[in-house]
């Protein structure tokens, strides 16, 4: 699987094993990533993160949804349905095994540079879905990939 991760031109970066990020220096620059099947022994028995700025031909990002009811209410009030997203028929969605919790991955249109990611909040200031690719300084960020293991000890998937 990792090799048709990398074939198809993602970005991974390695993460230690039941933890959700990269813990090792500079993991968010394009040295620290792995591009290349002949890099791919950098993640074997570890965990797999998608390292969004970096894929090519253009970069991946993800709507990372942390809390289904206000991200659906959120996404409801800017005119885009949830469920019609998680359904679609070409949808990669990747659930952790924590309720209510959601992944969608895309990959940006061509000659579109990593977007800067940002969070919206529910009206508790919580969390309620992210808009993940890179971060202010254009560095990558990362989403954990299946079969990954989430700190509750349950398998990412597809």
Same mark, same amino acid.
């Given at each position: 699987?990792?090799?048709?991760?990398?074939?198809?031109?993602?970005?991974?970066?390695?993460?230690?094993?039941?933890?959700?990020?990269?813990?090792?220096?500079?993991?968010?620059?394009?040295?620290?990533?792995?591009?290349?099947?002949?890099?791919?022994?950098?993640?074997?028995? %570890? &965990?797999?993160?998608?390292? #969004?700025?970096?894929? !090519?031909? @253009?970069?991946?990002? $993800?709507? +990372?949804?942390?809390?289904?009811?206000?991200? %659906? &209410?959120?996404?409801?009030? #800017?005119?885009?349905? !949830?469920? @019609?997203?998680?359904? $679609?028929? +070409?949808?990669?969605?990747?659930?952790?095994? %924590?309720?209510?919790?959601?992944?969608?991955?895309?990959? !940006?249109?061509?000659?579109?540079? $990593?977007?800067?990611?940002?969070?919206?909040?529910?009206?508790?200031?919580?969390?309620?879905?992210?808009?993940?690719?890179?971060?202010?300084?254009?560095?990558?960020?990362?989403?954990?990939?299946?079969?990954?293991?989430?700190?509750?000890?349950?398998?990412?998937?597809?």
């Amino acid at each position: 699987m990792i090799s048709e991760m990398l074939n198809a031109g993602w970005a991974l970066v390695p993460i230690p094993l039941g933890q959700k990020g990269p813990t090792h220096h500079g993991w968010n620059t394009r040295e620290k990533c792995v591009l290349e099947s002949a890099k791919s022994s950098a993640l074997k028995g %570890k &965990n797999i993160g998608l390292a #969004h700025a970096y894929c !090519l031909p @253009t970069p991946t990002c $993800a709507i +990372d949804i942390d809390n289904y009811k206000s991200a %659906k &209410n959120w996404l409801t009030s #800017h005119g885009i349905d !949830l469920a @019609t997203l998680l359904f $679609a028929p +070409d949808a990669v969605v990747i659930w952790s095994g %924590k309720k209510y919790s959601l992944k969608l991955l895309y990959r !940006l249109p061509i000659g579109c540079s $990593a977007l800067e990611s940002k969070k919206i909040n529910d009206p508790s200031g919580k969390v309620a879905l992210e808009f993940r690719c890179a971060s202010k300084d254009g560095k990558t960020v990362q989403d954990v990939l299946p079969p990954s293991i989430h700190p509750s000890g349950h398998h990412y998937q597809w």
